[in-house]
């Protein structure tokens, strides 16, 4: 869809400047009369004016005029899922060029913008140089800040200002994340309590099916963050083993009662491969070999299955429908084979330097690392 805003534009611009319609005139050599035409969209600045124009006021044509060239979500998840390939098959320089040349193409099309800045936070530690990896993600991040200052879709608002808080924890920025989120984590806060009122509406209009799949989504929501939150756990503890086995040992309940292993490997693999590392570092080289064997599992599920997508089962047999409507549909946000070079680099990190030397943990990783070879 595109949508010429001019008049509105320009009078939006002169006023934000505190310009009057003979002040700007003066600038461009053309009658007071012209710019009140312009302004009332009774005609239009002639094409040769648009770059003065343009460059007085500090925009681009593009804003000038007001075009937003707009994706559809099929579009946005092709869009992503190709560039994202790229990152595995070409240069890093070039892949990364594509993403910020379809980024400045559809500059007002938000929800690509922050699809892209998902992207380029998913792949930023592929760059060459730290240095590198970092000008991605403050590119990202102030991609995110164009979403928050121009954007009117509260829901995708929502989502960047949560990913902003992402890319500046990745970028050292702790004051600014704490400053941004810390006002609307509060326990106490209504709006945590809108998907239980949102689902007993639902109910009570009797659309069921609409109540059951909604519960069904929160349910599934909840477990996820709830085993995510526990690896976050293990690293604050893991100087407290005895805490740690109490988590390790709930957690492997929640995702055997729910299966979570088959349901969704790839954060379940996130869960054993925290709790494989708080117990090499406290010396329990069992304990840990037994979590390095389930992370194992979790990631031949991956590397095996012909695609890496999100789904259901039989008891959340509701989730698909709800799957298929985010931005990326039922898509991993990481391609295969990159998921493939991650697991590789993990069996060098320092937790581990007290088992480099066993061998059940050096056939463990060249199961795996043979595994992902194959599937790439």
Known sequence: ?????????????????????????????????????????????????????????????????????????????????????????????????????????????????????????????????????????????????????????????????????????????????????????????????????????????????????????KEYISLLNLVGDAVLSLSLYEDDMERCEKTIQRIRGLLDLYRLEQLHPNVAAQFHCQAAMVYAGNGKSEEALASLSRFEACVHALFGAEQVTLHGDAYFDLVDAWIECLPLGNMAPRDKRFMSQSVQGMFAHPAFASLKDNKEFQRIAERILEGGKNHA
């Open 1 to 217: 869809m595109y949508k010429l805003n001019v008049s509105e534009n320009i009078t939006k611009l002169r006023r934000e400047r505190k310009l009057t319609q003979e002040q700007l005139a003066d600038f461009l050599g053309v009658t007071k009369a012209s710019v009140s035409k312009w302004e009332n969209a009774q005609s239009m600045p002639d094409i040769l004016l648009l770059p003065r124009l343009a460059a007085f006021f500090g925009v681009t044509i593009d804003e000038l005029v007001g075009y937003e060239a707009q994706l559809s979500r099929e579009q946005i998840r092709r869009c992503y899922g190709e560039l994202s390939g790229d990152f595995v098959n070409l240069p890093f320089e070039a892949a990364a060029e594509k993403v910020r040349t379809m980024a400045y193409r559809y500059y007002s099309c938000y929800p690509l913008l922050l699809q892209l800045s998902v992207l380029y936070l998913n792949h930023f530690m592929l760059a060459g140089t730290k240095e590198e990896g970092n000008r991605m993600l403050q590119e990202a991040a102030k991609w995110c800040g164009r979403i928050l200052d121009y954007c009117k879709d509260t829901l995708v608002c929502g989502d960047a200002l949560a990913l902003k808080a992402v890319l500046d924890l990745q970028l050292g920025r702790p004051e600014e994340v704490i400053e941004a989120l810390e006002p609307a984590f509060e326990p106490n806060r209504l709006e945590s309590q809108n998907g239980s009122v949102l689902i007993q509406a639902y109910r009570m209009a009797g659309k069921i099916e609409k109540a059951k799949s909604y519960v069904q989504v």
